[in-house]
Each structure stands twice: as structure tokens, then as C-alpha cells.
């Protein structure tokens, strides 16, 4: 079960769940395809094959490692849009909520670089009266998002 659904109070519904986009793994595919261009080359200038084995074995846990931790990353991160309030959950041990009332909200901003529009994710940053969410930094489809807490 995830957070969002274990803190519904009584007859509130989920409207939306964001998570953050797939872009998150980047360092990942980054690692992934220096490792691959630097083995290519170094076959090429006929290295040797322990150092092409080398090359190969560090930049394949490199991937591993950054795979690894965006997909927890991404595992222990959620966002919801319920009927009444907006909630936001990071963290797997040491957790961080922020919840926002409806009837709070004054503004919601969504952030797309170039990237961003094309891939669709971007920063949103919920605005209440006194305070507001921290920015929601990477999240997919975020005018989704945005159009899910405006929309009441």
C-alpha cells in the first residue's frame, strides 16, 4: 500500500498520482553510453584486452549504481492530487511529507526547459496562503499535475 492511499481520511479520493519522470535515470544512460564510446575506442587502438575489460567492468557498475539509485529514487517518491488536498512524500527512512488543504492553495507555477517540454516533465511549485510545497523538481506530465489541483 502505497503513503498516499494509508493517509486518505474517510471518503476522500485519489485524483491524481505523479511520480517523477523516467528522465531521472539519466546519469545512468550518461555512464551507459561513455562506457560503451570509450570501449569502442580503445578496441579500436588495439589497448589490450585487460584494459578493455577494465573499462568495461567499472563503467558497467557505474550503471548499475546510478540505475540503482534512481530507481529507488523514483520507488520511494510520490505525488497525489486527492479531492481535498495536494500531498507530497519523500524519503524511505528518514521521511518527508508536506500535505496542502484545497482550500489553501493560491497559485500553482509549472517550470519546463526545452527538454522538459519535449520529454514532458518539469518543476511545479504549489503556492498557499502563508506557506507552500517545496518545488516538485522532474515530475512527469507535470501541467497534468498542475491541471488536477487547479481543476476543483
Known amino acids: 500500500m502505497s503513503y498516499t492511499q494509508s493517509v486518505l481520511q474517510p471518503g476522500e479520493k485519489i485524483v491524481l498520482m505523479a511520480r517523477l519522470h523516467w528522465i531521472e535515470y539519466w546519469p545512468a544512460i550518461l555512464s551507459l553510453i561513455v562506457g560503451i564510446a570509450i570501449v ?51 524519503g524511505f527512512i528518514n521521511r518527508s511529507t508536506t500535505e496542502m488543504n484545497m482550500d489553501k492553495i493560491e497559485s500553482v507555477q509549472v517550470e519546463q526547459s526545452i527538454l522538459g517540454r519535449l520529454l514532458d516533465y518539469g518543476t511545479v511549485t504549489v503556492r498557499g496562503t502563508g506557506d507552500g510545497l517545496d518545488p516538485i523538481r522532474r515530475v512527469a506530465a507535470p501541467l497534468a499535475f498542475r491541471s488536477a489541483i487547479t481543476a476543483k
Open 40 to 90: 569502442v575506442w580503445e578496441r579500436t587502438a588495439a589497448l589490450g584486452e585487460v584494459l578493455i575489460a577494465a573499462t568495461a567492468i567499472v563503467f558497467a557498475a557505474l550503471t548499475l549504481v546510478f540505475f540503482a539509485r534512481s530507481w529507488f529514487l523514483r520507488w520511494i517518491t510520490e505525488f497525489a492530487v486527492t479531492d481535498r488536498r495536494v500531498i507530497s512524500k519523500r
